[in-house]
């Protein structure tokens, strides 16, 4: 049997364990079948050997860098203080390199979307498990791909997408406790999205009413305002009206005492007038 190739839920939300490796096992692929039973004349033997060694050497070829990309990825799994970038992207360099040469292989693209995943390019790695959940075909491989793609999405914020992947999941592998746990928390994060939207519609609507308060009490405190500036201009209007009452009274009472003036001096040059002639009748 062959070395391991094909990284189970190594994205999952749960730590690794002490040895490093991520909690669930991993899936050995198919032994690959280099030894081929041919009917052909002996004459065709030394042919026929030489294309069998090219095919095993072929597939050799592929698998050591796979199992490159596996011993890279779990050095980086074993530093449980950090995700080590770097190295995963030397594992996802690894495993593009095998599948150049195999490039519909279900298991060593699941490692690659891994990979990816830990490198917390979480689009990319949705996009890759969502095509692989089409092309698997066992009940065990669709629930792995479901649940790292609820992950994938789950970390991209895509909270109800997650949650159907999990179900999904679920579906093929009802007794998946991981599984159980992830969606249990995405459910939990959406109620918890869902009140904190409740309350910031509630603060809006009160934020909007005292607005509408606000405006009101400006609104009448602008009428109350226009109307004591009306009581204003009307009091000094009577006021400048009553000055003008007063002034034409003055002024007519003045021209009362310039009449009275005028006749007194009139009387008084009359009665001196009378003296000066009776003087000189004299």
Do not use: C
């Not at 095998?98 to 979480?122: G, H, M, S």
């Not at 009275?260 to 009378?274: G, L, T």
């Amino acid at each position: 049997m062959n070395k391991i190739l094909y990284n189970a839920q190594t994205s999952s939300l749960f730590p690794p364990d002490k040895s490093g490796q991520a909690l669930k096992g991993r899936i050995t692929i198919n032994k690959s079948q280099t030894n081929l039973v041919v009917n052909a004349p002996l004459r065709g033997l030394g042919v026929l050997l030489v294309l069998l060694f090219s095919i095993a050497a072929f597939g050799q070829n592929e698998r050591k860098h796979i199992r490159s990309g596996n011993r890279i990825y779990d050095k980086a799994l074993r530093d449980t203080t950090k995700i080590d970038t770097t190295l995963f992207a030397k594992a996802e360099t690894e495993y593009r390199k095998a599948l150049v040469k195999k490039p519909t292989d279900k298991q060593w693209n699941f490692n690659l979307a891994d990979a990816i995943y830990k490198q917390q390019r979480f689009d990319e790695a949705a996009g890759k498990f969502s095509e692989l959940a089409e092309q698997m075909t066992t009940p065990v491989e669709k629930a792995r791909v479901y649940h790292n793609l609820g992950n994938s999405q789950l970390m991209n914020q895509k909270i109800d997408e997650s949650i159907e992947s999990y179900k999904k999941a679920l579906r093929q592998n009802p007794t998946d406790l991981e599984t159980k746990y992830n969606l249990a928390y995405a459910q939990l994060l959406k109620k918890h999205q869902e009140q904190q939207q409740q309350n910031q519609d509630k603060n809006q609507d009160k934020n909007k009413d005292q607005n509408q308060d606000q405006q009101q009490q400006n609104q009448d405190q602008q009428n109350k305002d226009q109307n004591q500036d009306q009581q204003n201009q009307q009091q000094q209007q009577a006021q400048n009206k009553i000055s003008k009452e007063n002034a034409e009274q003055l002024l007519q009472a003045l021209q009362n005492d310039e009449r009275n003036i005028q006749d007194k001096v009139k009387k008084m040059q009359a009665a001196q007038a009378k003296r000066v002639r009776v003087e000189k009748e004299w």
